[in-house]
């Protein structure tokens, strides 16, 4: 007779007991780990570029705090996810926690690549919105665009599509008076 399979879930205590060098390169999708491949060199100018002006901005108007990745975004026990960059407001600072964010972050932006642009437009964007992060940005090096996404009722909606080409400045519904010029991310 053969044995059903068994699913076993891991859970975030599973994930902080692996080895640190697996860590940084795992997240937790709903008890299961999920291998994040290592960013390439544009992948990183752009969240450099990127996070370089946010810090800046939130810094400006003491607004909160802004961190890039490898940093734990812990949504539940069995979801442990690593965003690109991400922001936490002064009014959120109780989610910040020795280990990492203990909770959703008021903005949460993934910078695509071909092995993580599915997921990160279909199951981080689902758990992101379940969780209730607030605004959410999609941003594509390919396309060099930045879909702004913020939370409603039914999940997230999209607010607007940036194109750098079209020298339009991003604008976040979050973060009233950020204004992005493309050309300095891209």
């Not at 640190?20 to 780990?33: A, K, Q, V």
């Amino acid at each position: 007779m053969e044995k059903p399979a068994t699913r076993i879930k891991f859970t975030y205590e599973d994930y902080r007991n692996a080895p640190e060098s697996e860590r940084e390169r795992y997240e937790l999708f709903e008890g299961e780990l999920v291998m994040v491949p290592s960013p390439n060199e544009y992948h990183q100018r752009i969240s450099g570029n990127l996070e370089f002006i946010l810090r800046g901005f939130v810094k400006q108007h003491d607004l909160g705090f802004v961190y890039d990745a490898p940093l734990d975004v812990i949504l539940s026990e069995d979801t442990v996810l690593q965003p690109d960059i991400l922001f936490v407001g002064k009014e959120q600072a109780d989610i910040i926690a020795e280990e990492g964010i203990r909770g959703a972050p008021g903005l949460v932006i993934e910078i695509l690549s071909e092995a993580t642009a599915k997921r990160d437009r279909t199951y981080k964007k689902a758990l992101y919105a379940r969780h209730g992060v607030k605004e959410y940005w999609l941003v594509d090096p390919a396309t060099k665009t930045v879909e702004v996404l913020k939370l409603q009722e039914q999940g997230f909606s999209q607010v607007a599509l940036y194109a750098c080409k079209e020298k339009a400045p991003l604008k976040s519904p979050l973060l009233a008076g950020l204004s992005i010029d493309l050309e300095e991310v891209f």
